[in-house]
């Protein structure tokens, strides 16, 4: 059987997920990968704990992960709150935040991305949360994979000065 046409499952991420999930980020953080999330996944769920995250799955296989959070939206972005949609942003009190995605790259190309995308839009719908993700401009890749399911690139930009 073919990688391309055996069956992805995704599933909450468990404490029994932590050493592939760790081996497939750090299999990632090369040349290849910018990093929007400047830690590895081991540091994140130290910081975060379990949040909203999600495994990919083929034959019992850990093959990708999404890591993310639901939380009560922040009002210290004011121009960033009223252009997330036509609505005000005073309808969403919570925000999903996808924090990292990884997937080997032998299933990328798979829709194993798009699959993981989509649990995690369906817990922030279960939310009443709209989705969101920061990427720096340079992670082409990132940027091409949000595009390519669904989001769209506001027309801000964030500056900082040390």
């Known amino acids: 059987m073919t990688e391309n046409s055996r069956k ?3 599933r909450r991420m468990t404490d029994d997920d932590l050493m592939k999930v760790n081996q497939i980020d750090r ?14 996944f081991d540091s994140y769920w130290n910081i975060y704990g379990p949040g909203v995250n999600f495994v990919a ?3 019992g296989e850990v093959i990708g992960f999404l890591a993310g959070n639901i939380a009560e939206q922040e009002r210290t972005h004011s121009i960033l709150d009223l252009m997330h ?4 942003s005073s309808r969403f ?8 995605v990884g ?7 798979m829709h194993v ?3 993981l995308v989509e649990a995690f839009h369906q817990e922030c719908k279960q939310n009443g949360a709209p989705m969101r993700a920061i990427v720096k401009e340079e992670d082409k890749r990132l940027n091409g994979f949000l595009e390519s399911v669904g989001f769209k690139k506001w027309t ?4 900082e000065k040390e």
Do not use: C
């Not at 299999?27 to 590895?40: E, H, K």
């Not at 949609?85 to 005000?88: C, E, G, P």
């Not at 801000?156 to 500056?159: P, S």
């Open 27 to 40: 299999l990632l953080f090369g040349d290849d990968r910018v990093s929007t999330w400047q830690f590895s």
């Open 103 to 109: 997937i080997l790259p032998s299933y990328q190309g």
């Open 57 to 59: 799955e083929v034959d």
């Open 85 to 88: 949609t036509v609505d005000r």
């Open 8 to 10: 992805v499952n995704v």
């Open 113 to 115: 991305g798009q699959a």
């Open 93 to 100: 009190p919570k925000i999903g935040w996808i924090d990292m």
């Open 156 to 159: 801000t930009a964030t500056y």
